[in-house]
């Protein structure tokens, strides 16, 4: 296949010529098409390309219908018209004979052939875009998994709660398909110095500071103890790019909005006091006590220290917004001068005297 930005233009041009050598599906649609679709032309950002129509599928997306990028070959279509089956039946079991019968095809030519056009076989399809699915329903809402939980904390006794958890399955389920969590984690020069981003399949669990990538190492292996972690390959995934740029930019300024999905565990108490702090708009600080009185807990001024200097997603979670009632910078988990800076960069007005 040829280099993305050659695909793109050959897709902006509606190149002709190029039908067949590449495929490019469109994220938001869910809709993957030859290069010279008539179909209007999608953002880039939104844009992926697949060698073939079987990568497209794998990915989750379905045919055009103005394009029809898989022809007109009566297998090809019935075997996406499987895929479209599995997609919408994803949470139940299916079973090989029934998908076989269904193509109409013997259990035997049907997992042949399903493997050979698709890649994968139908349990395994099911299985990527259930996991996919859990991604996307994840995206925005705030999770503490049981899943990291499950990893990392099995002997602690305390209370865990999970928030707004628009799961495509339950945990149980998640668990068994997922085994033990891994979790990928890449380093990047920022601003504030090394920055590492830990992430499981369904969100950010780690954004910390430190001044080397070793340091980091030794600091995510503390938080998550028994996951399993996994430098990003490369390239890295493009939802993992996503937040990584995403974190550079704000840590450049540019974007003062974050709103990328958490996959942390938490007491129910820290809970309440990181989903507020999430309240705290970009350029306004809270003093502990606000904090406390504001999650109804007036006398817990302490634990809600304690609560930010746990915290394992910084900015994130931007227990940086919060400050002493003097005025005074406060603690902050990564050093006093990030605190500073950071605050200093939104333009925080109780920092200024
Ligand atoms: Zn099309």
């Not at 920055?195 to 954004?207: E, K, L, Q, S």
């Not at 990181?274 to 302490?302: D, F, M, N």
């Not at 009632?325 to 406060?330: N, S, V």
Request: charged share 25%; aromatic share 10%; proline share 7%.
């Amino acid at each position: 296949m040829f280099p993305a930005e050659q695909c793109w233009a050959a897709v902006q041009a509606r190149d002709r010529s190029c039908d067949g050598k590449f495929y490019y599906g469109v994220i938001t649609t869910g809709v993957y098409c030859r290069p010279s679709c008539a179909a209007r032309l999608p953002l880039r950002k939104n844009v992926r390309f697949y060698a073939t129509p079987a990568e497209a599928e794998r990915a989750g997306l379905r045919p055009c219908l103005r394009c029809h990028p898989i022809g007109a070959d009566p297998d090809a279509v019935r075997l996406s018209e499987i895929c479209r089956y599995i997609q919408s039946h994803a949470t139940e079991p299916l079973a090989l004979a029934d998908l076989a019968a269904r193509a109409g095809l013997s259990r035997f030519h049907f997992q042949r052939t399903f493997k050979a056009a698709v890649g994968t076989t139908p349990k395994q399809y099911q299985e990527a875009f259930r996991l996919g699915q859990l991604k996307n329903g994840l995206r925005g809402a705030g999770d503490v998994t049981e899943a990291v939980y499950q990893a990392g904390y099995g002997s602690s006794s305390r209370v865990y709660e999970r928030a707004d958890a628009r799961l495509g399955m339950t945990p149980n389920q998640y668990r068994r398909q997922g085994g033990g969590v891994t979790i990928a984690y890449a380093t990047a020069e920022s601003p504030a110095g090394p920055m590492m981003i830990g992430a499981t399949d369904r969100g950010v669990c780690f954004v910390q500071f430190a001044d080397s990538a070793e340091d980091l190492l030794a600091m995510l292996r503390k938080e998550y103890p028994k996951a399993r972690l996994e430098p990003m390959r490369e390239p890295a995934d493009p939802e993992f790019r996503r937040w990584i740029r995403a974190l550079t930019d704000h840590l450049n300024g540019e974007q003062p909005r974050l709103d990328l999905p958490l996959d942390i565990r938490a007491t129910a108490f820290q809970m309440r006091v990181w989903k507020y702090l999430q309240s705290i708009p970009y350029g306004e600080v809270k003093s502990y006590t606000e904090v406390a009185a504001a999650i109804g807990q007036p006398k817990a001024v302490r634990a809600v220290a304690n609560a930010c200097a746990n915290n394992r997603v910084a900015l994130l979670i931007p227990c940086h917004r919060v400050i002493r009632g003097t005025g005074e910078p406060g603690e902050y988990r990564w050093g006093l001068e990030r605190k500073r800076a950071f605050l200093e960069r939104e333009g925080a007005r109780r920092m200024r005297p």
